[in-house]
C-alpha cells in the first residue's frame, strides 16, 4: 500500500466533515434541484488543517501560471483563496487573494472585487464545490468586467452536473482536485493526520 498523500487526507476529512447523503433526494442545492448528496466544505475549508491541506493542493496546481491573484465569489471560495494565498508566500511565490462580492458595494468605492489585484490581472478563480458552475461564471464576469484575465477555474470538488462545460463554454479551462465520485467511493478508513507533530 502506498503512503498517504496530503490529497488522501484532504478526502478523508471532505468525507467525514463536509459530505452527507441519504436514499432519497432530501438535500436543497443552491440551484434549487433535489440530490441525494450535500456536500458543505466549510467544516473543512475553515479548519486549521483543512486549510494547510486546501492551500497546498491549489497551490500545487497553479504555481506555475503567470498569475496575479487567486479568489472567486463569496463564501465559499473565500477559505481557499486566503489558504493558498498564506501557502504562495511560505513557498516563496506571493498570490494575492482577491473576493468577488456577489453585488458591488453600495457605498465607500462601490467596488465588486476587493483585494490588491493590479489593473488587467491575469488570476485563477477558485470554488469549493461546482454544481452548475453558477458562482464561477458570476465570478468570470465580474473579473471581465474589470478587464481582467481568467487563466483557469480550478474547483476543490466537481459535481460533475453540467458546471464544468458550462464554465468551459466561456472559453475558461476548468480542472477540480476532487469529484462527487471520490467521496462517494472512497472506503472511509482512517487517513493519518500528516501534519501532526
Known amino acids: 500500500m502506498s503512503a498517504p498523500t496530503g490529497l488522501d487526507r484532504l478526502l478523508h476529512l471532505l ?41 497546498t493542493a491549489f497551490f500545487d496546481r497553479i504555481a506555475e501560471l503567470p498569475l496575479e ?19 504562495s508566500f511560505l513557498r516563496g511565490k506571493p498570490i494575492p487573494a482577491f473576493i468577488v462580492r456577489k453585488e458591488p458595494k453600495q457605498h465607500g468605492t462601490g467596488r465588486q472585487i476587493e483585494g490588491p489585484l493590479p489593473k488587467n490581472a491575469r488570476v485563477v478563480v477558485v470554488e469549493d464545490v461546482v454544481t452548475t458552475g453558477e458562482s464561477a461564471v ?54 493519518p493526520n500528516l501534519y501532526q507533530p
Not at 458546471?163 to 465520485?181: T, Y
Open 138 to 191: 458570476r465570478a468570470v464576469e465580474a473579473l471581465r468586467r474589470e478587464n481582467h484575465t481568467i487563466l483557469k477555474v480550478v474547483a476543490l470538488i466537481d459535481r460533475k452536473e453540467g458546471g464544468a462545460e458550462r464554465i468551459m463554454r466561456m472559453g475558461v479551462p476548468f480542472e477540480s482536485l476532487l469529484s462527487l465520485e471520490n467521496l462517494i467511493e472512497r472506503p472511509q478508513g482512517c487517513v
Open 15 to 55: 468525507q467525514t466533515r463536509a459530505f452527507r447523503c441519504d436514499d432519497l433526494p432530501v438535500f436543497k442545492l443552491s440551484s434549487g434541484a433535489m440530490s441525494r448528496f450535500y456536500i458543505d466544505c466549510k467544516p473543512v475549508s475553515l479548519d486549521p488543517e483543512g486549510a494547510a491541506l486546501i492551500g
Open 69 to 87: 491573484g487567486c479568489g472567486g465569489m463569496t463564501l465559499g471560495a473565500d477559505p481557499i483563496a486566503t489558504a493558498i494565498a498564506l501557502t
